[in-house]
């Protein structure tokens, strides 16, 4: 071994700072924090050699930071030092060349009781065939990094690194900044924390900016994410990262494209052109559980690929938004399947806010119930959201356009559309499948409806308690009984329909069947300002122009008089079939403005569409 001389140490000195090289294990193991996933007591295979026992401290001894490092052996150098204890406390290390680590193994820098606490800056060079084969958690490039150490322009290439939990290609555990790193090769954790660039994003304050993952594989158990496994970083934030050309994979729960379990800002990122997929619950394209009220995910995209999970709760962007958490204009293309239930082409479920988000190009499938194009379930506020140039389907019940189920006095749809295919069984809808107690509100659907089984509506399959205002659709819609142009069952206390039109052609195969609404059932339930401009219905019995059947209260309802079949007995604002419109009616017709001026009156949600010849609403051309 090569002498080491410090000048005005002392030996007793010496001794000491020697034997702290060995205090954390040299980094070989050491607990994964938080959670589980390994210890520093578990048997290593090494089927090559360590670089550390080729590590070169030269650079470091007697040498104030900044410090220079541009060798294999002085990187390993700095490993052995950290791992005995140095931390480089307010110290700075800079890479001057690119660095090839192919051939022998690596220790990690730094564990948990001796983590990093300085500057790495790699300044844009390279480090090369990193690799690790161990049963220990707390690995990569660095093992752990404490709430004072950053690590920023390091460029880690096809790197290999097997490990069990607390697993990432620059940090296994990071507690503050990890800032303009990229990452191409493989990363696996046979446990928890998993992630491209960090498994453990652990600290209030830790930051990941302008980092990606780029080709090659992160694999874990649960908590895995394509650039932070689990981000519990409640005041910092995660922005600017990207994964591409790579795939995730979970084996259990919480798998995110870019992070598996968030509790942060997570901003300005996007996935593209690869695959996620889980075996558990939670998945999403960005996020794969959104959780805490500072969980925000904001202007982040996915395109061109696919997210599947084998689980409940898998989506587009991300699997669950929690309450009071928030998704904020994020936009998906690509394909998202589920074998469980709450699918959704967005969010699998959303109990916080989703605002803004597009769906465009590809299908949203799902094997059970509550499937949506935006999200498969809401009890919170979903607005201003699209989907688009896209198919929606589902075997199940609760199958819908922009929403599967919107559940609970407090769950809003508001100023959504949808113009793709949806296919389902019960509680079928262009905009929302089934919608209990929530509200239904400035939506639109133009695309076609289908459902195999009752309660299909070209705007919400059944409104049970709740209300659909303001709304309109332009698709065919088909079904077996219960079927209408905006709702196919209207039912329970107050639930109400009221200001919607339809125009596609509606049909049924069994009964109850209407231009507007299926059936209205309930003595408190109400129908109101309503417009039937079928070109035809048609169904067995009961079958009306504005709605089939009804026992609650209807008002101020049109029907088209030249609407097929024909012809219909129960005229009238108060009746099924309507009062009779066409474009000579004395209020000037369903073709001019004035007829819907007299209608849609104490609405300001609509205006008026001159090369349509009808109203649209205002947020549509605003």
Same mark, same amino acid.
């Given at each position: 071994?090569?002498?080491?001389?410090?000048? $005005?140490?002392?030996?007793?000195?010496?001794?000491?700072?020697?034997?702290?090289?060995?205090?954390?294990?040299?980094?070989?193991?050491?607990?994964?924090?938080?959670?589980?996933?390994?210890?520093?007591?578990?048997?290593?295979?090494?089927?090559?050699?360590?670089?550390?026992?080729?590590?070169?401290?030269?650079?470091?001894?007697?040498?104030?930071?900044?410090?220079?490092?541009?060798?294999?052996?002085?990187?390993?150098?700095?490993?052995?030092?950290?791992? /005995?204890?140095?931390?480089?406390?307010?110290?700075?290390?800079?890479?001057?060349?690119?660095?090839?680590?192919?051939?022998?193994?690596?220790?990690?820098?730094?564990?948990? =009781?001796?983590?990093?606490?300085?500057? &790495?800056?790699?300044?844009?060079?390279?480090?090369?065939?990193?690799?690790?084969?161990?049963?220990?958690?707390?690995?990569?490039?660095?093992? &752990?990094?404490?709430?004072?150490?950053?690590?920023?322009?390091?460029?880690?290439?096809?790197?290999?690194?097997?490990? *069990?939990?607390?697993? /990432?290609?620059?940090?296994?555990?990071?507690?503050?900044?990890?800032? #303009?790193?990229?990452?191409?090769?493989?990363?696996? /954790?046979?446990?928890?924390?998993?992630?491209?660039?960090?498994?453990?994003?652990?600290?209030?304050? @830790?930051?990941?900016?302008?980092?990606?993952?780029?080709?090659?594989?992160?694999?874990?158990?649960?908590?895995?994410?394509?650039?932070?496994?689990?981000? #519990? *970083?409640?005041?910092?934030?995660?922005?600017?990262?990207?994964?591409?050309?790579?795939?995730?994979?979970?084996?259990?729960?919480?798998?995110?494209?870019?992070?598996?379990?968030?509790?942060?800002?997570?901003?300005?990122?996007?996935?593209?052109?690869?695959?996620?997929?889980?075996?558990?619950?939670?998945?999403?394209?960005?996020?794969?559980?959104?959780?805490?009220?500072?969980?925000?995910?904001?202007?982040?995209?996915?395109?061109?690929?696919? !997210?599947?999970?084998?689980?409940?709760?898998? $989506?587009?962007?991300?699997?669950?938004?929690?309450?009071?958490?928030?998704?904020?204009?994020?936009?998906?293309?690509?394909?998202?399947?589920?074998?469980?239930?709450?699918? /959704?082409? !967005?969010?699998?479920? #959303?109990?916080?806010?989703?605002?803004?988000?597009?769906?465009?190009?590809?299908?949203?499938?799902?094997?059970?119930?509550?499937?949506?194009?935006? +999200? =498969?379930?809401?009890?919170?506020?979903?607005?201003?959201?699209?989907?688009?140039?896209?198919?929606?389907?589902?075997?199940?019940?609760?199958? $819908?356009? !922009?929403?599967?189920? #919107?559940?609970?006095?407090?769950?809003?749809?508001?100023?959504?559309?949808?113009?793709?295919?949806?296919?389902?069984?019960?509680?079928?809808?262009?905009?929302?499948?089934?919608?209990?107690?929530?509200?239904?509100?400035?939506?639109? @659907?133009? $695309?076609?409806?289908?459902?195999?089984?009752?309660?299909?509506?070209?705007?919400?399959? +059944?409104?049970?308690?709740?209300?659909?205002?303001?709304?309109?659709?332009?698709?065919?819609?088909?079904?077996?009984? &219960?079927?209408?142009? !905006?709702?196919?069952?209207?039912?329970?206390?107050?639930?109400?329909?009221?200001?919607?039109?339809?125009?596609?052609?509606?049909?049924?195969?069994?009964?109850?069947?209407?231009?507007?609404? %299926?059936?209205? &059932?309930?003595?408190?339930?109400?129908?109101?300002?309503?417009? @039937?401009?079928?070109?035809?219905?048609?169904? %067995?019995?009961?079958?009306?122009?504005?709605?089939?059947?009804?026992?609650?209260?209807?008002?101020?309802?049109?029907?088209?008089?030249?609407?097929?079949?024909?012809?219909?007995?129960?005229?009238?604002?108060?009746?099924?079939?309507?009062?009779?419109?066409?474009?000579?009616?004395?209020?000037?017709?369903?073709?001019?403005?004035?007829?819907?001026?007299?209608?849609?009156?104490?609405?300001?949600?609509?205006?008026?569409?001159?090369?349509?010849?009808?109203?649209?609403?205002?947020?549509?051309?605003?």
């Amino acid at each position: 071994m090569k002498k080491i001389i410090l000048c $005005g140490f002392s030996v007793l000195a010496l001794l000491i700072f020697t034997l702290a090289f060995t205090s954390c294990g040299d980094g070989a193991g050491g607990s994964t924090s938080p959670g589980g996933g390994g210890g520093g007591g578990d048997e290593v295979d090494e089927p090559l050699p360590g670089w550390d026992i080729v590590a070169d401290i030269d650079w470091f001894i007697g040498k104030p930071s900044p410090y220079t490092i541009s060798t294999p052996e002085e990187l390993a150098g700095l490993a052995r030092l950290v791992n /005995g204890q140095v931390d480089f406390q307010n110290q700075i290390i800079n890479q001057a060349d690119d660095i090839d680590l192919a051939g022998r193994l690596w220790r990690p820098i730094g564990q948990d =009781g001796c983590p990093f606490r300085g500057t &790495y800056n790699g300044n844009g060079k390279t480090i090369s065939g990193l690799t690790i084969i161990t049963k220990a958690g707390n690995q990569g490039l660095f093992g &752990y990094i404490s709430f004072t150490g950053e690590v920023k322009n390091v460029n880690l290439v096809d790197v290999s690194i097997s490990g *069990s939990g607390g697993i /990432g290609g620059v940090a296994g555990v990071s507690g503050k900044n990890i800032e #303009n790193c990229s990452v191409s090769g493989s990363v696996t /954790g046979s446990g928890y924390f998993v992630g491209g660039v960090v498994g453990t994003n652990a600290n209030m304050n @830790a930051t990941v900016k302008d980092c990606s993952f780029t080709g090659g594989s992160v694999k874990g158990s649960q908590y895995v994410g394509g650039i932070v496994g689990y981000n #519990n *970083s409640a005041f910092g934030k995660m922005t600017g990262c990207s994964f591409s050309g790579a795939s995730v994979e979970g084996s259990g729960d919480y798998v995110g494209g870019i992070v598996g379990y968030n509790y942060a800002t997570v901003e300005g990122c996007s996935f593209t052109g690869a695959s996620v997929t889980g075996s558990g619950d939670y998945v999403g394209g960005i996020v794969g559980y959104n959780d805490r009220p500072l969980a925000k995910l904001k202007d982040c995209s996915f395109s061109g690929g696919s !997210v599947k999970g084998s689980g409940d709760y898998v $989506g587009g962007i991300v699997g669950y938004i929690n309450i009071e958490s928030s998704v904020d204009t994020c936009n998906f293309s690509g394909i998202v399947e589920g074998s469980g239930n709450y699918i /959704g082409g !967005v969010a699998g479920s #959303n109990k916080g806010d989703l605002t803004g988000c597009i769906f465009s190009g590809g299908s949203v499938k799902g094997s059970i119930n509550f499937v949506g194009g935006v +999200a =498969g379930s809401n009890e919170g506020d979903l607005i201003g959201c699209i989907f688009s140039g896209a198919s929606v389907t589902g075997p199940g019940y609760n199958v $819908g356009g !922009v929403v599967g189920y #919107n559940f609970g006095v407090d769950a809003i749809v508001q100023n959504c559309s949808a113009e793709g295919k949806v296919t389902g069984s019960i509680d079928t809808g262009g905009v929302v499948g089934g919608n209990y107690q929530g509200a239904v509100t400035g939506c639109y @659907a133009r $695309g076609d409806v289908t459902g195999s089984d009752v309660h299909v509506g070209g705007v919400v399959g +059944a409104n049970n308690q709740g209300e659909v205002s303001d709304c309109y659709a332009s698709g065919e819609v088909k079904g077996a009984a &219960y079927v209408g142009g !905006v709702a196919g069952y209207n039912h329970g206390v107050d639930a109400t329909v009221k200001n919607c039109y339809a125009t596609g052609a509606v049909t049924g195969s069994g009964g109850y069947v209407g231009g507007v609404v %299926g059936y209205n &059932y309930d003595s408190t339930a109400k129908m109101k300002y309503c417009v @039937a401009l079928n070109t035809s219905i048609s169904g %067995g019995a009961p079958l009306g122009r504005v709605v089939g059947d009804s026992t609650g209260t209807l008002e101020a309802n049109f029907g088209r008089i030249d609407m097929l079949p024909g012809p219909w007995d129960q005229i009238g604002w108060t009746k099924k079939d309507g009062d009779d419109v066409d474009d000579k009616d004395p209020h000037g017709g369903y073709n001019d403005q004035e007829f819907w001026d007299y209608i849609f009156g104490s609405s300001s949600a609509w205006t008026w569409d001159s090369a349509l010849n009808l109203p649209v609403l205002k947020w549509e051309v605003e």
